[in-house]
């Protein structure tokens, strides 16, 4: 199974904060049961919204992958997207072949510079500055891409290296797609445009925002000499199945406050993401821009089969 350009394919994404493993593996059997193209998971050590509690910290991404990966048979999996820093990028890359092997051939490899401040401290002792970050980011997908397509691996960067580094046994296909998250258009969108196979748009851009940015990912392809039309772009998409006045209001409320803006311009965005028809709408309209993957989070199974049900076939 492969993710379809130029077609509607369809992510759905868990993060297992809270979760146990036989709730994320129901939770994805679910989802390859229902027909959806791909789950994925985050990659954090402690819980993103409240990281200094002692509740709700999630399963390590990759070990839980590993597991999704032995007990599933058809969906693709993807971490979305793992934090570069968290692995030195050989040991990374060795990392993903085995759990591209466990799943015979259905990893999609998501990697990302990283942001989380308590995360890095707690974990790592620091946290590095953002051209760092930036600067390993292109070191680890440099190295990453080489040891899936090659058995040995030589590359000096500016933060990781690899000398001569063996990837044995080979990726189930012979290399892994990479998909490079973020946003950032001087240097994320150019190291994306230049090695990944799909780039994830972050932060459920409105459609001028992503036209802007889309503006911006083919600027850079022209760039590095590489053709747009190779690159699959995603995006997530959070919606409302139930679109109960109440759940949008509390959605609005949020998303005014996370963006700084007023409540009323909060409420005309949600509403393009409640109930089954706007949500079929604002799909095809993000598809007719250039969009091929959606990742839509934290779909409860009762929502995962609503949406089997009445959007999938609307949109397939």
Same mark, same amino acid.
């Given at each position: 199974?492969?993710?379809?350009?130029?077609?509607?394919?369809?992510?759905?994404?868990?993060?297992?904060? %809270? *979760?146990?493993?036989?709730?994320? @593996?129901? $939770?994805?059997?679910?989802?390859?049961?229902? !027909?959806?193209?791909?789950?994925? #998971?985050?990659?954090?050590?402690?819980?993103?919204?409240?990281?200094?509690?002692?509740?709700?910290?999630?399963?390590?991404?990759?070990?839980?992958?590993?597991?999704?990966?032995?007990?599933?048979?058809?969906?693709?999996?993807?971490?979305?997207?793992?934090?570069?820093?968290?692995?030195?990028?050989?040991?990374?890359?060795?990392?993903?072949?085995?759990?591209?092997?466990?799943?015979?051939?259905?990893?999609?490899?998501?990697?990302?510079?990283?942001?989380?401040?308590?995360?890095?401290?707690?974990?790592?002792?620091?946290?590095?500055?953002?051209?760092?970050?930036?600067?390993?980011?292109?070191?680890?997908?440099?190295?990453?891409?080489?040891?899936?397509?090659?058995?040995?691996?030589?590359?000096? %960067? *500016?933060?990781?290296?690899?000398? @001569?580094? $063996?990837?044995?046994?080979?990726?189930?296909? !012979?290399?892994?797609?990479?998909? #490079?998250?973020?946003?950032?258009?001087?240097?994320?969108?150019?190291?994306?445009?230049?090695?990944?196979?799909?780039?994830?748009?972050?932060?459920?851009?409105?459609?001028?925002?992503?036209?802007?940015?889309?503006?911006?990912?083919?600027?850079?392809?022209?760039?590095?000499?590489?053709?747009?039309?190779?690159?699959?772009?995603?995006?997530?998409?959070?919606?409302?199945?139930?679109?109960?006045?109440?759940?949008?209001?509390?959605?609005?409320?949020?998303?005014?406050?996370?963006?700084?803006?007023?409540?009323?311009?909060?409420?005309?965005?949600?509403?393009?993401?409640?109930?089954?028809?706007?949500?079929?709408?604002?799909?095809?309209?993000?598809?007719?821009?250039?969009?091929?993957?959606?990742?839509?989070?934290?779909?409860?199974?009762?929502?995962?089969?609503?949406?089997?049900?009445?959007?999938?076939?609307?949109?397939?």
């Amino acid at each position: 199974m492969s993710l379809r350009k130029g077609a509607i394919n369809i992510a759905v994404h868990i993060p297992p904060e %809270g *979760k146990n493993f036989d709730e994320m @593996k129901s $939770l994805c059997l679910t989802a390859e049961k229902l !027909g959806f193209d791909m789950f994925t #998971i985050t990659d954090h050590f402690m819980n993103m919204a409240n990281p200094t509690g002692k509740e709700n910290h999630p399963l390590e991404c990759w070990t839980t992958l590993a597991g999704l990966a032995a007990v599933t048979h058809k969906i693709l999996l993807a971490p979305l997207v793992s934090c570069v820093h968290y692995r030195h990028p050989t040991v990374l890359a060795k990392m993903a072949t085995t759990v591209d092997i466990i799943s015979k051939g259905r990893l999609i490899f998501g990697i990302g510079a990283g942001w989380h401040r308590e995360e890095f401290l707690g974990f790592l002792g620091r946290f590095p500055s953002v051209k760092e970050r930036l600067d390993g980011l292109k070191d680890a997908v440099i190295i990453c891409k080489s040891m899936f397509e090659n058995e040995y691996t030589t590359y000096k %960067g *500016k933060i990781y290296s690899a000398n @001569k580094t $063996l990837n044995s046994p080979r990726p189930v296909r !012979g290399y892994i797609p990479i998909m #490079i998250g973020g946003r950032g258009e001087k240097r994320t969108l150019k190291i994306a445009a230049k090695y990944a196979d799909i780039i994830h748009i972050a932060g459920f851009p409105s459609i001028s925002e992503l036209e802007h940015k889309i503006n911006v990912i083919k600027k850079h392809c022209r760039n590095v000499k590489r053709s747009f039309n190779e690159i699959i772009l995603a995006t997530g998409m959070s919606i409302i199945i139930d679109a109960s006045e109440e759940k949008i209001e509390q959605y609005a409320r949020r998303i005014a406050e996370r963006r700084n803006m007023a409540l009323e311009e909060a409420r005309k965005i949600v509403s393009k993401y409640a109930g089954i028809e706007n949500i079929v709408r604002t799909i095809r309209e993000y598809h007719e821009r250039g969009i091929d993957l959606f990742t839509i989070p934290r779909l409860t199974i009762e929502e995962m089969k609503v949406f089997a049900k009445e959007i999938l076939p609307k949109i397939k």
